[in-house]
């Protein structure tokens, strides 16, 4: 299949519409993709044609729902190189999954241990951890960045040691795009401190190139249905089999155990064991849908052309007076975050969006990383497949009313 963008963007029924009277610019795609008619049709035939609760049932629907179900963990084993079927788990979303081995690791951190965490790293991928942290009493550690925006790759492998327990790491970060070499940095984590168990935030990695969860050889790969084309509360969390085998247990009730008296309970094998009460299933039935769909693009062509869009952004924003890029690390996707001297991002965002351009301002929950690059904010446009060239140049014909306008 060749790369289409106009045949692309046909099957997204909202990138057609309109707001404030103006062709809808969708630029906030890190926030949460827009879904295409593939995976809207698998939701409505879901519900429409065999909805039903899964693993429970001796019925004929209960069957086919629990076949969808299940067929939907295997599109995500294959979409991750899992080794095994059962090293995915359902889960709401990064959030989740990211808190499921957080928790877990909080059980077992001893007072001495280090986790260690990135300057780079959403408030789901540093709270998570600062609390399990606290809990244990156990010392977090951060590896800084440089300015541009790069993880300073010598100061992350001087902060390993022995006493490192865990590694927490984006694959890319939301503020500003950068793309970490988690297989290079996961090699230095096996040398440095062998004990340590890693675990890569892969919200934004999912959608703009292809993991290999063994080539990574990370732990834990933690991602969200909704960046990645699909529905909103469905994510999923791959773990090495012997690691999560014996996984302190999450939530507990229906699903999960293998047998129950009134004194006491005992746990069922993976993945049901970390799968409390009734999942997701058609969330998780749309979630492959977005997956054999994105997985059906051509991949060499889908970067090629998200490189050209940060590409004529950032040409533009060098000829633009009085924009400051923040971000310019050398490995970067399509996250374009910047700040117009002197203007708050919040008024940009609000002038943008009344011309029909959609991106996001404030700190994208990267509060300390805010703080540390100097700034309260910025304005974030994010990429997607669906974008053109000419939605860039409408993002800069919008700033430039903005600036017009504000300053
Ligand atoms: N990590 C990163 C890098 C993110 O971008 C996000 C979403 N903005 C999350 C974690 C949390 O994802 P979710 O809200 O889907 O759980």
């Known amino acids: 299949m060749s790369f289409d ?7 997204f029924p909202i990138l057609s519409r309109q707001v404030h009277g103006k062709p809808l610019v969708y630029l906030d795609n890190a926030a949460t993709t827009q879904k295409p008619q593939a995976v809207i049709d698998a939701l409505v035939r879901f519900y429409s ?7 429970r049932g001796a019925h004929y629907l209960s069957d086919e729902a629990t076949r969808r179900y299940e067929h939907a963990r ?21 959030t989740e999954g990211i808190n499921i081995v957080a928790k877990g690791m909080a059980e077992r951190l001893q007072a001495n241990d280090e986790v260690l965490v990135t300057e780079l790293e959403h408030h789901a991928n540093l709270v998570t951890w600062q609390q399990a942290c606290k809990k244990a009493g156990a010392t977090l550690k951060v590896a800084p960045i440089l300015n541009n925006g790069a993880l300073d790759q010598a100061a992350f492998a001087a902060l390993l040691s022995s006493q490192t327990a865990f590694v927490a790491m984006p694959h890319v970060s939301n503020a500003l795009g950068t793309v970490n070499p988690v297989q290079a940095l996961t090699r ?23 993991v290999n969860v063994q080539s990574i050889d990370c732990d834990f790969y933690a991602f969200s249905g909704h960046k990645l084309f699909g ?5 999923a969390l791959w773990g090495r089999y012997s690691v999560l085998e014996d996984w302190p247990v ?25 799968e409390a009460g009734t999942p997701n299933i058609a969330g998780a039935v749309g979630m492959a849908a977005a997956i054999e769909w994105f997985s059906a693009l051509p991949l060499v062509e889908v970067k090629q052309h998200e490189a050209q869009l940060i590409e004529r952004a950032v040409a533009l924003g060098e000829e633009f007076d009085g924009l400051t890029l923040v971000g310019n690390a050398p490995e970067k996707i399509g996250v374009y975050s910047f700040n117009l001297n002197g203007i708050h991002p919040a008024d940009v965002g609000f002038i943008l969006d009344r011309q029909g351009i959609a991106i996001r301002t404030g700190d994208h929950c990267a509060q300390p990383l805010m703080k540390r690059l100097g700034v309260p904010g910025t304005a974030r446009a994010s990429f997607s497949i669906y974008n053109t060239i000419d939605e860039v140049e409408q993002l800069f014909i919008g700033l430039r009313k903005a600036k017009e306008m504000l300053s």
């Open 5 to 11: 963008i106009a045949a692309i963007r046909a099957q």
């Open 49 to 55: 044609e065999c909805n039903s609760n899964v693993h």
């Open 74 to 94: 295997d599109v995500v084993a294959n979409f991750l190189n899992a080794n095994r079927r059962e090293e995915v788990i359902w889960t709401s979303g990064t």
């Open 188 to 210: 230095t984590v096996r040398e440095k401190s062998p004990r340590a168990l890693v675990l890569v935030d892969g919200a934004q990695g999912v959608a703009h190139g292809d």
């Open 231 to 235: 529905p909103t509360g469905v994510g």
């Open 250 to 274: 999450w939530l507990t009730g229906g699903e999960m155990i293998a047998s129950v008296s009134y004194q006491d309970a005992t746990w069922g094998a993976l993945p049901n064991r970390l």
